[in-house]
């Protein structure tokens, strides 16, 4: 920061100019369009839904409330916002609330200016600590939003009529930055009262002082829709002082949910691990099918988080086995896919009035994942030689304990598997490797039996596939 103004008048002379926050996302907000580069690279799915909205809203100066269920990057979006602003902005020396040396606010800053004119020392705040965020919760206050006296400084010798006594809250201290509430409607709506004036007026004011901060400030809010929550509602006046309201969603399609999920996924960096990419499919389609199960309730929703969870889960499970037998790759099977259920029953609701019914309906949903991709990824024309094969008396036998060498050998024995293993692994990289062909074996034996074409013998981990004759 050395080669940055340090006095006003160095400020000045340098040719800096003063911004409104909302005029400085607006004009970086353009370069980057004009540019074509993404705004929120780290956001995908909402390309031609929520971002254009979210374009528009910030080329209009908009303030911006967003509705969507759990995990739809509400939050995401706009912390990256911060992004958009200058990467530094200049502010009066010690200033609490970011005054502006050319236009100041608070008392301080006023005072300060005036007894030193262009000496006047400047600080320079990097744009990521110009933001502020607040967890609406039913015991925020007022004081904890826009501000209270401070019986410390009262304790010092001020008085009460001095501006100085007062402690500024987070939305004051966020002046010429961005300000989010999460979850709005928990927001007690005497509290949202206190928003009325940031949002329309521009200024705060706090207790019985006749102070008013004509504050800068872009506001953003995230809720879960209103026809679902009962946690509490957002008061009507300060719905029409939001300039934008967005509706966010989930992935519309399975391949847009695996590439988030293998964004945002951590998998161990001390083992060596390969996820086919059909496997990775049926973890996002599972939660594709979820969302639009009769059993899932979805005013809840299903949240990516639930495929995160579940990816992570997927290999864990096949680490443990891997471990087990000395295999050298980690490479998830369909049998690992039993494992699911301690990353899934706590991130979703089921609909269903009996007990023990979730197990099922989870299941039932793997199944149907599974099946779906299967016939997605494994040419039709393939099933006949393998299902003669079987018909002529061959079984085949699957599980954890089974090794990659196990069903290599299988595959020698029965040349008609070569052909849907060979149309499954033509774009993965391991697909050499034992253990992801004995993935894909094991995942083309499932496909078949789920599309009744073999049956199958289950029982303590093992199963049997076998002819349906």
Same mark, same amino acid.
């Given at each position: 920061?050395?080669?940055?103004?340090?006095?006003?008048?160095?400020?000045?002379?340098?040719?800096? !100019?003063?911004? &409104?926050?909302?005029?400085?996302? @607006?004009?970086?907000?353009?370069?980057?369009?004009?540019?074509?580069?993404? *705004?929120?690279?780290?956001?995908?799915?909402?390309?031609?839904?929520? *971002?254009?909205?979210?374009?528009?809203?910030? *080329?209009?100066?908009?303030? /911006?409330?967003?509705?969507?269920?759990?995990?739809?990057? =509400?939050?995401?979006?706009?912390?990256?916002?911060?992004?958009?602003?200058?990467?530094?902005?200049?502010?009066?020396?010690?200033?609490?609330?970011?005054?502006?040396?050319?236009?100041?606010?608070?008392?301080?800053?006023?005072?300060?200016? #005036?007894?030193?004119?262009?000496?006047?020392?400047?600080?320079?705040?990097?744009?990521?600590?110009?933001?502020?965020?607040?967890? #609406?919760?039913?015991?925020?206050?007022?004081?904890?939003?826009?501000?209270?006296?401070?019986?410390?400084?009262?304790?010092?010798?001020?008085?009460?009529?001095?501006?100085?006594?007062?402690?500024?809250?987070? /939305?004051?201290?966020?002046?010429?930055?961005?300000?989010?509430?999460?979850?709005?409607?928990?927001?007690?709506?005497?509290? !949202?009262?206190?928003?009325?004036?940031?949002?329309?007026?521009?200024?705060? !004011?706090?207790?019985?002082?006749?102070?008013?901060?004509?504050?800068? +400030?872009?506001?953003?809010?995230?809720?879960?829709?209103?026809?679902?929550?009962?946690?509490?509602?957002?008061?009507?006046?300060?719905?029409?002082?939001?300039?934008?309201?967005?509706?966010?969603?989930?992935?519309?399609?399975?391949?847009?949910? *695996?590439?988030?999920?293998? !964004?945002?996924?951590?998998?161990?960096?001390?083992?060596?691990?390969?996820?086919?990419?059909?496997?990775?499919?049926?973890?996002?389609?599972?939660?594709?099918?979820?969302?639009?199960?009769?059993? /899932?309730?979805?005013?809840?929703?299903?949240?990516?988080?639930?495929?995160?969870?579940?990816?992570?889960?997927?290999?864990?499970?096949?680490?443990?086995?891997?471990?087990?037998?000395?295999? @050298?790759?980690?490479?998830?099977?369909?049998?690992?896919?039993?494992?699911?259920?301690?990353?899934?029953?706590? =991130?979703?609701?089921?609909?269903?009035?009996?007990?023990?019914?979730?197990?099922?309906?989870?299941?039932?949903?793997?199944?149907?994942?599974?099946?779906?991709?299967?016939?997605?990824? /494994?040419?039709?024309?393939?099933?006949?030689?393998?299902?003669?094969?079987?018909?002529?008396?061959?079984?085949?036998?699957? $599980?954890?304990?089974?090794?990659?060498?196990?069903?290599?050998?299988?595959?020698?024995?029965?040349?008609?598997?070569?052909? &849907?293993?060979?149309?499954?692994?033509?774009?993965?990289?391991?697909?050499?490797?034992?253990?992801? +062909?004995?993935?894909?074996?094991?995942?083309?034996?499932? $496909?078949?039996?789920?599309?009744?074409?073999?049956?199958?013998?289950? #029982?303590?981990? @093992?199963?049997?596939? @076998?002819?349906?004759?």
């Amino acid at each position: 920061m050395t080669n940055h103004p340090s006095t006003l008048g160095a400020l000045r002379a340098s040719g800096w !100019q003063s911004r &409104p926050v909302k005029a400085e996302l @607006r004009r970086n907000a353009i370069e980057r369009i004009r540019a074509g580069e993404p *705004l929120f690279p780290t956001v995908l799915g909402y390309e031609h839904t929520v *971002l254009p909205q979210l374009e528009n809203a910030l *080329l209009a100066g908009h303030d /911006v409330i967003f509705l969507g269920e759990r995990g739809q990057a =509400k939050t995401r979006m706009i912390r990256s916002l911060t992004s958009l602003l200058d990467e530094w902005m200049p502010i009066v020396a010690g200033s609490e609330i970011n005054d502006d040396p050319y236009a100041p606010i608070s008392r301080h800053a006023r005072d300060l200016i #005036a007894a030193e004119g262009d000496d006047t020392p400047i600080d320079w705040v990097h744009r990521e600590n110009r933001y502020g965020e607040k967890l #609406a919760t039913p015991d925020t206050s007022i004081a904890d939003l826009i501000g209270e006296v401070d019986p410390i400084k009262i304790a010092e010798g001020r008085y009460l009529s001095d501006e100085l006594v007062l402690h500024y809250g987070l /939305v004051p201290r966020t002046n010429r930055g961005i300000f989010a509430i999460n979850e709005l409607p928990d927001l007690a709506e005497r509290i !949202q009262v206190g928003l009325l004036n940031v949002l329309e007026e521009r200024d705060v !004011q706090i207790r019985g002082f006749k102070v008013r901060l004509p504050l800068d +400030v872009m506001l953003f809010a995230s809720a879960n829709p209103e026809d679902y929550t009962n946690r509490g509602r957002i008061i009507t006046p300060l719905k029409d002082r939001f300039g934008a309201q967005i509706r966010t969603h989930y992935p519309l399609d399975a391949a847009t949910e *695996l590439t988030i999920v293998e !964004q945002e996924v951590e998998l161990p960096d001390d083992i060596a691990v390969s996820v086919p990419e059909f496997m990775g499919e049926i973890i996002a389609t599972f939660s594709q099918l979820a969302r639009a199960s009769s059993h /899932v309730n979805q005013r809840s929703g299903v949240s990516v988080r639930l495929s995160v969870a579940n990816y992570e889960t997927l290999v864990a499970n096949a680490m443990r086995r891997s471990l087990r037998t000395n295999e @050298r790759l980690v490479v998830p099977r369909v049998s690992d896919l039993d494992a699911l259920a301690s990353s899934t029953t706590g =991130k979703i609701e089921f609909e269903t009035l009996g007990d023990g019914r979730e197990s099922e309906i989870l299941e039932h949903l793997v199944r149907a994942a599974v099946l779906t991709v299967f016939k997605d990824s /494994v040419p039709p024309i393939t099933h006949r030689a393998v299902i003669e094969a079987f018909d002529n008396g061959v079984s085949a036998s699957a $599980g954890e304990d089974i090794s990659s060498a196990d069903y290599l050998a299988l595959l020698k024995s029965m040349p008609a598997l070569d052909a &849907p293993v060979q149309a499954l692994l033509a774009d993965e990289p391991d697909a050499e490797a034992p253990e992801v +062909v004995a993935s894909a074996i094991e995942f083309v034996l499932e $496909g078949l039996h789920l599309s009744k074409r073999l049956n199958k013998d289950a #029982a303590g981990g @093992r199963a049997q596939y @076998r002819s349906r004759g």
